[in-house]
């Protein structure tokens, strides 16, 4: 047996920088290991999207830890999960801790805005202050049972109270037992360096974690440059999704306007490619073998 998802995933941040394309549900988690990516990243406004909802805290934890166990138990590579604000005061954080981890998650994603919650590249984000959050992240650390399961603290200061003080949280965060800090919604390239060499300066050596989405504030960069500036995770959290999105609308409006789906048949999967990809085959022959090796004819 090898090493726990949680060690894995400490072990490849500690070699090189990890991509972590978000998944909505345990289909495109397999589609993001199938396509070779080493971790997987599960985004509550991807969660939310799927039950129909804005990101804007609505979930309960129960129901993150559901949709998010699923997802992890779907793939054999580690996944983070994005608890939003812990559910609540540091006692909930212990609890949801203890759900994720026995739902079989490798890292969990605390953030310090207040609730209600907003998406983390709109205006109007409200902090709690610093020493409220460390609580919860010293919460999250007390809480876990495995002591490689990876605690991520995320600040949404740089819009709330400028640069200098997310850097500021920060350094908290990781002092409180953070064991990666991520600063949300930074401008620029200038910002991501800026905000690495304040810590680095503070004497903090916690990887640090950058979120690559689209339509932000953050301009696009590449993975190379990310990790030029001294980062070692890097988020695509709602791609896969806002694809999808686009391409079922695309496919939904020529099919009322043609009343056929023929000419969208290059643009699917066939029902081999799906059945290969949901390892149809796979099921089929433990059943056959379950079938072989315990089941008896009913006698009359």
Known sequence: MGPSKPRRLRELIARHL??????FNA??????EGAGFEAVYISGAGLAAARGLPDIGLLSMTEVASDAGTIANAV???????????????????????????????????????NPKKCGHLPGKRLVSTSEMAQ????????????????????DARAVEGLD????????????GADAVFPEALESAEEFRAFAQGLSKEGIKVPLVANMTEFGKTPYLTVREFEDLGYR??????????????????????????????????R?????????????????KRDKDLHERYGREEQD
């Open 27 to 32: 289909l495109t988690a397999i589609q993001i």
């Open 165 to 176: 003080a997310s850097v500021r949280r920060a350094r908290e965060y990781a002092r409180a």
């Open 76 to 114: 054999s590579i580690p996944a983070l999960v994005d608890a939003d604000t812990g559910y609540g005061p540091p006692l909930a954080v212990m609890r949801a801790v203890r759900e994720f981890e026995q739902r079989g998650l490798a890292a969990i994603q605390l953030e310090d805005q207040e």
């Open 18 to 23: 990890v991509m972590m394309p978000g998944a």
């Open 268 to 284: 699917m999967h066939t029902r081999q490619q799906l059945y290969e990809l949901l390892r149809y085959s796979d099921y089929e």
């Open 233 to 266: 995770i890097v988020l695509f959290p709602v791609t896969a999704l806002r694809v999808a999105t686009k391409a079922i609308e695309t496919m939904l409006a020529e099919v009322k306007a043609l009343g056929t789906q023929q000419g969208l048949l290059n």
């Open 136 to 155: 919860k992240i010293g919460a999250a650390v007390e809480a876990r049972r495995d002591p490689d399961f990876v605690i991520v603290a995320r600040t």
